[in-house]
């Protein structure tokens, strides 16, 4: 596990991003597992997490011209991704994102910030159903001189949706282009079996996601 996904679990379950127990998910499964990207609310913790994206971006080598978040949560997470590559990669890139309600006053429309133009990675938290990210996908694909060339979330389930897919796999071969997650399903199997000591009753959980991979991954 290289250090910024391990930095991304570790601060994600301090912050309560990350918890580990029973929760009813929209779908009616009951996941041993629940994220919440909700939960990063301090400086600190939004600035770790910037960096998680930031060293995820540089580490995959994907070639990209600015950055695009999705509204609500993307909004903070794209303006501290370009903070963390500009000060800690050394990369300046522009950075967007969208009003859910279209402005009709002042500058008006629905984008804030650069101009898009060019290869446009899309950051999220988290794909469930990938409704927002295709709203982004068609929003971007409408605008002349764009292309999108990404997406990258903070974690992939690796679940089985519809189709026997997982939604990133869907996402991914549905809008022919790469989905990226600084961690999956598998580094958190990984992280309870080695430094799991921190979610309390390690091995109980451990058992619990294994066996609903087991059920459910894709």
Known sequence: MQDFEKAFIELSTRAGALRFGEFKLKSGRVSPYFFNAGEFCTGAQLATLADCYASKIVASGIQFDGLFGPAYKGIPLVAATAVALAENHAVDVPYTYNRKEAKNHGEGGTLVGAA????????????????AIRESLELLQGSPGVEVCGVLVGLDRQERADGGLSAVDALAREAGIPVLSIVAFEHLLDFLSKDGSQTGDSPRILKMMQEYRQKYGA
């Open 116 to 131: 898009l133009r060019g290869k446009i990675l899309i950051l999220d938290d988290v794909i469930t159903a990938g409704t």
